[in-house]
């Protein structure tokens, strides 16, 4: 496995916005170093959710990534051209499996 490049950069865009980025940074880490702490808000109480974890264990972090719904922003690494936005938690998820109808 070759190791990133710490000199190499990216960009992605978040919201309509553009977000730069070191290679080998997760999309977390991209946001967290833009000032961008929250990206979606809880279902019931509306309150914001961004990184808590780190590690992929409690998915508060989740959003949308090139189309793909519920990618766990601290997990996921960033790539050059990637579209993320954040994520709706009342719009309906596809079903496993299904054909997302
Ligand atoms: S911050 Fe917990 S899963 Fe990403």
């Known amino acids: 496995m070759n190791a990133p490049k710490p000199d190499r950069t ?5 919201d309509g916005r553009s977000i730069a980025f ?10 967290a170093a833009a000032g961008v702490s929250a ?3 809880t279902r019931v109480t509306g309150e914001p959710r961004g990184l808590f974890c780190g590690i992929g264990v409690c998915y508060d972090c989740i959003l949308t990534v090139d189309g793909a719904r519920a990618r766990r922003a601290c997990v996921t690494p960033a790539r ?5 936005r954040s ?8 079903m496993a499996g299904g054909h997302g109808g």
Do not use: C, N, S
């Not at 050059?80 to 993320?84: A, H, N």
């Open 22 to 31: 070191r290679e080998g940074q997760t999309i977390g880490a991209a946001l």
């Open 39 to 41: 990206w979606r808000t």
């Open 80 to 84: 050059d051209g990637q579209v993320v």
């Open 87 to 94: 994520d709706d938690p009342h719009e309906a998820l596809p």
């Open 10 to 14: 990216g960009e992605l865009t978040f």
